[in-house]
């Protein structure tokens, strides 16, 4: 299940925000939220979405928190992505190896983002290590916030490729 409190878009100003958002638990686990987002803020400059750089002045993101859970030897966010390719029929390949490669020239575009902000960021959870043995519990662990300006500009040293590094080395 999922819930949605709130969503504002003016897409003449490129402005989007949401608020409240709640994603449950796949089936087969416990607990009722897997992920959930006070409140998110983005700003796009509507015109650069034509152009070869996208600017994107604003990304705040306030109050998220994952529920990670591994039960059985399945871990909650793996039988999520599942479940989503069994609904939207998504073409996932048997074998990784086998995944076509990527066409060069649909690298997509740059992205600069100005100010990237990321509060209040916890995560909770439940990890049975062992069959049969009680789970190890992770009561909302608190992640540092992330603030960082100009990600992907040709005046900063932070391309797109090292903020996300960033972002994953602070996560994990």
């Given at each position: 299940p999922t819930e949605l409190a709130g969503v504002?878009?003016?897409?003449?100003?490129?402005?989007?925000?949401?608020?409240?958002?709640?994603?449950?638990?796949?089936?087969?686990?416990?607990?009722?939220?897997?992920?959930?987002?006070d409140a998110a803020d983005v700003q796009v400059v509507p015109a650069s979405l034509l152009g070869d750089t996208v600017q994107v002045p604003k990304v705040h993101i306030d109050g998220a928190h994952l529920t990670v859970a591994f039960e059985n030897g399945k871990l909650n966010l793996k039988k999520l992505m599942e479940q989503i390719q069994e609904r939207t029929g998504g073409g996932a390949t048997e074998d990784p190896e086998e995944t076509p490669p990527a066409?060069?020239?649909?690298?997509?575009?740059?992205?600069?983002?100005?100010?990237?902000?990321?509060?209040?960021?916890?995560?909770?959870?439940?990890?049975?290590?062992?069959?049969?043995?009680?789970?190890?519990?992770i009561d909302n662990l608190k992640i540092d916030d992330i603030e960082k300006q100009g990600i992907g500009s040709d005046s900063s040293d932070d391309k797109h490729e090292d903020a996300e590094g960033q972002i994953n080395d602070t996560i994990m």
């Open positions: 504002n878009i003016s897409p003449f100003s490129g402005a989007a925000t949401i608020s409240e958002f709640r994603l449950g638990q796949p089936e087969g686990f416990d607990g009722e939220v897997l992920f959930s987002l066409d060069a020239d649909a690298s997509g575009k740059n992205v600069v983002i100005d100010d990237l902000r990321i509060t209040n960021t916890t995560v909770s959870g439940s990890v049975a290590l062992l069959p049969g043995q009680p789970p190890v519990k």
